[in-house]
């Protein structure tokens, strides 16, 4: 495993490059064909507000998929990740329209909490 | 109705082999709009010291979360699925998933809860290959929501 940022390079408190994530009603439906989650709540808007969610909401772990990303973009392998934890506090809910909302997955700011452990040269 | 603690450190049997695709990890790639070449160039995957390409990091849930089906829907244990959220998803690596893995999920049971008449159930999913080595290990936390709300 080689990641492309060096140990020596790396200090206590480094914050990763914050990124911006769209996603869109095609993003989910996208991402239910791929995981295989066909769970309604993530593509029918009637069946969601009947269970009580404001809206048709994103799969927890198309969000989790997201916010790796901030590591393994800046690290280069993703094979270096050995742990990679979240927790679903807050349900990102995608309106039907071109914009969508925006997952923000920056090291301090995001809808979820994230613990990653990487293994680094 | 709260959940009956003795299954609390019961194993389910091992599923059948999942058997890792390049294509179905391109797929994945594409729907979260990674296009790190580790995923879909064997070359690339190769230089970075991979046999092959490597899965993204939770492409793995998609097989472990199939496994806890076996929990989830066990009707001895009579867990209400139509309540349940996902609340916490870990992920501990020995190796990343490559192509060309056939990876067994076991599950176990790891606690249950009951919270505010919340009942949360821990299931803990160890990945190995082909040749018993083990992957990855999966920790996830359901809750299903109380039938009634107070």
Redesign the interface.
Known sequence: ??AKISYSDVEVGTELPAQT?PVTRA?LV??A?????FNPIHWNEKFAKE?GLPDVIAH???T???A??VV??WA????A????????TKPVVVPNDDQGPRSRSPARSRPSST?TRSAWT | MALDQSFVGRTYPPTAPYEVGREKIREFAEAVGDANPAYTDAEAAKELGHPDVIAPPTFVFSITFKAAGQVVQDPQLGLDYSRVVHGDQKFAYRRPVRAGDRLTVTSTIEAIKSLAGNDILDIRGEVHDEAGEHVVTAWTKLVARAAEEA
Do not use: L
Request: net charge negative; proline share 3%; aromatic share 14%.
């Open positions: 495993m080689t994530f993003t996208q991402y064909g791929a995981s295989g989650d269970v927890g772990m198309f989790m998929a997201e790796i990303r393994t973009d280069g392998d993703p094979g990740i050995v742990e990679y934890g979240v927790r679903f613990t």
